[in-house]
């Protein structure tokens, strides 16, 4: 008789849930920084603000 071995499900249900999670929040961070920022978190000069400005053009978001 053979002893079959059945993986449990629980590790690959945690690690989908984990990657989720950091998806989403990633996701929330860029509109973050796209549609609300207005250079607040941009010290790096205005390049990054002018993305960000050009961002929010380009979804439709009121920036001014």
């Known amino acids: 008789m053979a002893i079959v071995h059945v993986p449990s499900r629980a590790a690959e249900t945690a690690a989908t849930v984990l990657i989720t999670a950091g998806v989403v929040f990633l996701a929330l961070l860029t509109l973050y920084l796209v549609g609300f920022d207005q250079g ?8 990054l603000h ?15």
């Open 40 to 47: 607040a978190i941009s010290r790096s000069g205005m390049f």
């Open 50 to 64: 002018e993305l960000m400005h050009d961002g929010r053009h380009l979804l439709g978001v009121p920036c001014h």
